[in-house]
């Protein structure tokens, strides 16, 4: 038996009402809910709700606590699977891409020039995985859409979203405040091309960064609901 | 002390062993089994199954699958190898600690 329209509604009322916005919580509760819902048959799914549902969560801050919760421990899955990726990196054979990022970087140095150099791997390295992750939150968003889904967004992909825009911010940051405001840019230009050993370094780890964040976002990331 | 303070440290067990004997369930299907088995003694509430199950889920003793039903997905657990193994030494364990109250708390019964 499916819950009527009536009472899917004040469900989904009172699940948005108590801040679940994201796919994961939002259908695990509504799921849990409705079977309670479909069992103990109860005239007033609002006073059920409130006086029956609300308490054994703990109260709407019991629910939030726990969506909360539920957030941090998938974010720190989402960084161990991360720091997996990335050292997996520097044993055998994927050793091979670290030292093909250092060479391509430093051929690129002499080739092309410093400053083509840096910010085309910063580029490829942090901003490429940020586009492709946008997309994906905006198709993800689309099709949740077209399906009628009352929520928007996945706290997996949130998790993600943070992890890929973590480096682009903190660019942004030093780019524009640090350098600038502390260091002084001609400083900063006249150390960068004094120690190219760092320069190399900062554009492979960029390199390596990305690669890390496009293989977990293939990994992990819901670019499309999966409709049963 | 009540029932459920004590309920709450085992509960982590009492996921295990249940998803040991059922090979997946779900949320409310758990808190309706030990409802089930214990004639209403014990009562799991929500608010402490849901972090056990994230919990466990995070440290990959639990693996998760989705399903359609009543048009309305559902979210099934169930044990990992880990998980398997996690759950036999958390029995073990219990079972010993309650052995042992047993004998603290009834020492005619625990020497027979």
């Known amino acids: 038996m499916s819950l009527t329209t009536e009472q899917h509604d004040i469900l989904v009322k009172y699940l948005k009402g108590v801040g679940i916005g994201h796919q994961e919580p939002f259908e695990e509760f509504y799921d849990h809910i409705a079977t309670a819902i479909e069992k103990d048959k109860p005239e007033d799914v609002s006073t059920y709700l409130r006086e029956v549902i609300q308490p054994s969560f703990g109260g709407a801050k019991g629910i939030k606590k726990i969506v909360l919760n539920q957030r941090k421990a998938r974010s720190k899955m989402i960084w161990k699977r991360m720091k997996e990726i990335f050292f997996s990196l520097f044993g055998w054979p994927a050793i091979g891409i670290v030292m093909v990022s250092f060479i391509l970087v430093q051929t690129s140095f002499i080739q092309l020039g410093t400053k083509f150099t840096i910010v085309a791997t910063l580029a490829l390295g942090f901003l490429l995985p940020f586009i492709i992750l946008a997309y994906g939150a905006i198709s993800f968003h689309r099709d949740c859409k077209r399906n009628n889904r009352n929520y928007r967004n996945s706290d997996l992909n949130s998790s993600l979203m943070l992890l890929v825009h973590l480096p682009f911010s903190l660019m942004n940051i030093f780019g524009n405040l640090i350098v600038p405001v502390v260091i002084g840019r001609d400083v900063f230009k006249h150390f960068i091309s004094e120690n190219i050993w760092l320069s190399t370094f900062l554009c492979a780890f960029a390199l390596l960064y990305g690669f890390t964040c496009l293989k977990l976002t293939k990994e992990q990331f819901i670019f499309k609901l999966e409709v049963a | 002390m009540s029932s459920s303070k004590l309920l709450k440290g085992s509960l982590a067990t009492i996921v295990l062993k249940l ?52 048009n309305r997905i559902r979210k099934y657990y169930s044990l990992t190898k880990e998980g398997n193994a996690e759950a036999q030494t958390k029995v073990a364990e219990l079972e010993e600690f309650l052995l042992n109250l047993q004998k603290l708390l009834n020492p005619k019964l625990g020497m027979g």
């Open chain 2, 19 to 70: 998803l040991e004997e059922n090979e997946k369930m779900y949320g409310y299907e758990i808190t309706q089994r030990v409802k089930e088995i214990t004639a209403g003694e014990f009562k799991i509430t929500e608010g402490a199954l849901y972090p056990t199950l994230h919990k466990l889920e995070a440290e990959g003793m639990l693996s998760t699958e989705t399903q359609k039903v009543d």
